[in-house]
């Protein structure tokens, strides 16, 4: 700490619990700063960014007023903070939350996961992910890595997952998914008309102008990647809108896989506007489902296998389009 910044007599230097306030009076000699750059200097294991945080939520009070961030302290002045837990620290918290369970065993979960929610904590989503919510329902799986989950679906991809509820079955699992041998099966709403089957292996990567999305095209530290896919119905909307439904089925496991690859063969999914789908015929989502899965149970070794019904929103979607006979 600044010898010129100094805690307030009575009160605890060094490491401190995070609900125990901290209160600093700045010396005589304190020059005069903005707020977020002092409070930088006397909690150098917080990130400004973080920091600013706390004072924009009201738990910075400046000589007893709520903080504000630009504002100028200096001799003399009493910053009162609450230390907040960083988001990633409450990722690993149980919530209440709604999801399917199609069926359990004392080794997995078969979860049915809907469309809007996110599988596993990250930035921007620290809470409100399936795993918080497999945590309340399944406390045990707080002794498993990841709690249990085996694979991922994207944020707003519906369906089917395998959740392990001991260590050796996740590692049985994974070892399936490394092998390819675990079955994987979506249904997909594509633009156009595809009327042959065919299978992409086109290897997947970060795209390096846009963050957030994947690239077959000019990827980033690329992965291999294999998709099938069977077209099973062709039609139309009543605005003309030509719509594929597919089945896929995944080799490998790559982040937006199925996404990308339709993509590449210019028929991104309906509502998939990160890959150039439009939202036609109602679909406010990708339109995409995990309908089936199956592996070798890693109690016993029998293949068993599970199909998640479609979502109301996918089924309003297929309403919208006259199939052809």
């Known amino acids: 700490m600044p010898s010129n910044l100094s805690p307030v ?3 605890t230097t060094g490491e401190h619990q995070l609900a125990e306030p901290l209160v600093f009076r700045l010396g005589v000699t304190a020059a005069t700063e903005r707020l977020d750059k002092t409070l930088a200097q006397l909690l150098p294991q917080h990130s400004r960014s973080r920091l600013q945080g706390w004072i924009e939520s009201g738990h910075v009070l400046m000589n007893g007023q709520p903080a504000k961030i630009r504002q100028l302290v200096g001799p003399g002045d009493i910053i009162h903070v609450q230390p907040q837990q960083a988001p990633e620290e409450l990722a690993f918290t149980a919530e209440p939350l709604e999801f399917g369970v199609l069926e359990e065993s004392e080794h997995w979960v078969i979860v049915d996961k809907p469309a809007g929610m996110v599988t596993h ?13 497999l945590l309340y329902r399944y406390p045990e799986l707080a002794r498993v890595p990841r709690a249990g989950i085996v694979h991922r679906l994207d944020k707003d991809t519906s369906g089917i997952l395998v959740v392990a509820r001991t260590e050796l079955a996740q590692t049985s699992l994974v070892r399936q998914l490394q ?12 633009h156009g008309r595809l009327q042959q089957a065919g299978r992409v292996d086109l290897p997947i990567g970060r795209d390096p102008s846009v963050p957030v999305r994947m690239s077959a095209e000019r990827p980033i530290a690329p992965k291999p990647a294999v998709t099938h ?11 003309g ?60 070794g029998r293949l068993v296998s599970f199909e998640a019904e479609l979502p109301e929103d996918f089924c309003k979607v297929e309403e919208y389009i006259e199939w052809e006979e």
């Open 121 to 133: 904590p990250g930035a921007g989503n620290w809470s409100g992910t399936l795993l918080n919510g």
């Open 179 to 190: 092998a390819r041998s675990m079955h994987r099966e979506y249904l997909a709403l594509v």
């Open 9 to 11: 007599a009575g009160e």
């Open 241 to 300: 809108h030509v719509v594929t439904k597919l089945v896929c089925r995944l080799e490998t496991g790559r982040t937006h896989q199925i996404r990308v690859h339709m993509a590449s063969l210019r028929h991104p999914l309906l509502g998939d506007t990160l890959y150039g789908g439009t939202m036609i015929s109602g679909a406010a989502r990708q339109m995409l489902h995990a309908r089936a899965l199956a592996f070798e149970d890693p109690a016993d």
């Open 229 to 239: 896919y069977m077209p099973v119905l062709t039609g139309a909307d009543a605005e």
